[in-house]
Structure formats: C-alpha cells, structure tokens
C-alpha cells in the first residue's frame, strides 16, 4: 500500500508542457510593476500632461452620438461646442478625437495585448481563468458577461467621482491631490471585502 506522501505526490508533467504553463503564467514583479508605471506616469506629466482614462470613453461617446447626430458638436467662434452639457466640456477633444488621451488609451489596449500574447498568456488558462473557474464556473460566456458588467460598474462610478484610477489615484496622487487620496482609499475600502466575497475559494 502506497504511503500517504507516495499516493499526493504531483504528477510527472513533461518539460513541453511545464514550459507552456510557466509562459502563461509570467507575472512582472510588484515592485518592478510599480516602479515602471511611477517612471511612466512621471514621464507624463513632466512631459505632456496627466494621464487619465475614464474620459476618453467620454469623447468615444461623443464621437458615435455626433455621427448618428451631426448636432451633437457644432463649430463656434470659441471653438467647438455641444448643445448637451454631457459633452460640452469635451467638444473639442470630440471633434479632433486623435489627440494625446485618445491615443495613448488605443496604445494601452495595444500594448496589452502584445504583451499578453509576448508571454503565451493567450495559449494558457484561455478566457476563464483558474481562480474564476474555481468559483463561478468554466463558461466563457459567463467570464465574459462579468468582465462586462464590471468594466460598465467601474466606468460609471469613474465618471461619476470625476475619474478614474489613472486620472484621480496614479496622477491624483502623484499631484498630491486631496481628491486622489479620497478616491484612492475608497477604491481599496470597496475594492478589497468585494473581491473577497466574490472568490471565496482559491484557484
């Protein structure tokens, strides 16, 4: 009879395949991670201006309401304008739309994915990954719906607190803005007992 450290010993797993797992699995250190994204968020606002995101699905909002309706942004002695308030502050940015904000959110979105696919992430765990399956299931379809549904939760409350992670937490703080503290240890006061109500159990 096989002893207890025997029969819970891990299977033989063949080098192809540890390989591919580890590859799927590369994670940047916290500490390079944080390092590398202060450099950036230095280099943005020495350089250029803050960076924020939350508002670039604004002036994306803008743009697909000004080609269903050509009214949406008119053309002024002052510049661009909007009969609805929601767009008005942004007229100009939705008007002329490839601008530095609008750019770098198209480049974010692009860098990740080549980075993700840099490190095999795409050939790994797949669109489910192993701590959601383990508490919500395999569906992709489900994974999907909930990083949808996620992604319109963080999105209103973004533009309702006046930004986002990167406008009022990276950049805020980074400017010692009273707000960005708010919004940063509101974020962490809601963020952290959801997530643990949500994944209950360990991947």
């Known amino acids: 009879m096989l002893s207890r450290d025997r029969r819970r010993a891990p299977r033989y797993i063949p080098k192809r395949e540890y390989?591919?797992?580890?590859?799927?699995?590369?994670?940047?250190?916290?500490?390079?991670g944080g390092l590398l994204l202060g450099i950036v968020f230095f280099a943005a606002i020495l350089?250029?201006?803050?960076?924020?995101?939350?508002?670039?699905?604004?002036?994306?909002d803008g743009v697909?309401?000004?080609?269903?309706?050509?009214?949406?942004?008119?053309?002024g002695a002052e510049g661009p304008s909007s009969p609805v308030s929601y767009f008005n502050k942004y007229a100009k940015d939705i008007a002329?739309?490839?601008n530095y904000g609008f750019v770098f959110v198209v480049a974010m979105a692009i860098g990740a994915g080549i980075s993700a696919a840099a490190r095999g992430a795409f050939?790994?765990?797949?669109?489910?990954?192993?701590l959601w399956r383990?508490?919500?299931?395999?569906?992709?379809?489900?994974?999907?719906?909930?990083?949808l549904l996620g992604g319109i939760i963080v999105v209103f409350g973004a533009r309702?607190?006046?930004?986002?992670?990167?406008?009022?937490?990276?950049?805020?703080?980074?400017?010692?803005?009273?707000?960005?503290f708010i919004f940063s240890?509101?974020?962490?006061l809601t963020a952290v007992p959801v997530a643990l109500m949500l994944y209950k159990q360990e991947g």
């Not at 050939?123 to 192993?130: D, L, M, S």
């Not at 309702?160 to 960005?180: D, I, Y």
């Open 19 to 32: 390989n591919k797992r580890k590859r799927g699995n590369m994670t940047v250190s916290w500490k390079l």
């Open 47 to 60: 350089l250029v201006k803050p960076i924020g995101v939350s508002t670039q699905f604004v002036v994306l």
């Open 64 to 75: 697909i309401a000004d080609m269903i309706n050509p009214d949406t942004i008119v053309a």
């Open 96 to 98: 002329n739309p490839w």
């Open 123 to 130: 050939g790994g765990e797949g669109p489910v990954p192993a």
């Open 134 to 147: 383990a508490n919500f299931g395999a569906s992709p379809w489900k994974r999907y719906m909930g990083a």
């Open 160 to 180: 309702l607190a006046g930004g986002c992670t990167s406008g009022h937490m990276m950049s805020g703080m980074g400017q010692t803005a009273v707000s960005g």
């Open 185 to 188: 240890a509101g974020t962490f």
